[in-house]
């Protein structure tokens, strides 16, 4: 059995956002995501075939739902259920630390 830390072995430099697949079954896939001040890029929206369930561990986001006005900004701690192609994109994500996600990924 090996023990692994969420927060270990965080790159110091990210040109781009990572992802990391911890446990991926026939059922779901678990990913820790790693962002650095990244975000989608402008007119393109994450349109998903499975549902996501994501929490927020350290830094900040704001997540933009399409047909809302606003960014729902996320810290440590908070999570969020996004149905499949429930039309979605990453605003901004904290430029001054990392920001960690964990991804449930289900049908």
Same mark, same amino acid.
């Given at each position: ?6 927060? /270990?072995?965080? #790159?110091?430099?990210?040109? &781009? ?13 678990? &990913? /820790? ?26 830094? &900040? *986001? ?7 006005? &606003? ?11 996004? #149905? *499949?192609?429930?039309?979605? /994109? ?18």
């Amino acid at each position: 059995m090996r023990i692994r830390n969420l927060f /270990r072995d965080l #790159p110091e430099v990210m040109s &781009e956002e990572m992802s990391e697949a911890l446990l991926d079954t026939q059922q779901f896939r678990l &990913e /820790r995501i790693l962002s650095a001040g990244q975000r989608t890029p402008p007119g393109q929206w994450y349109d998903q075939n499975t549902s996501e369930w994501v929490i927020l561990l350290s830094g &900040e *986001a704001g997540v933009l739902f399409e047909g809302e006005a &606003e960014a729902c900004v996320m810290r440590p701690g908070d999570y969020v259920h996004i #149905p *499949a192609h429930k039309r979605h /994109r990453v605003e901004w994500t904290d430029a001054k630390q990392k920001t960690v996600w964990l991804a449930l990924h289900y049908q």
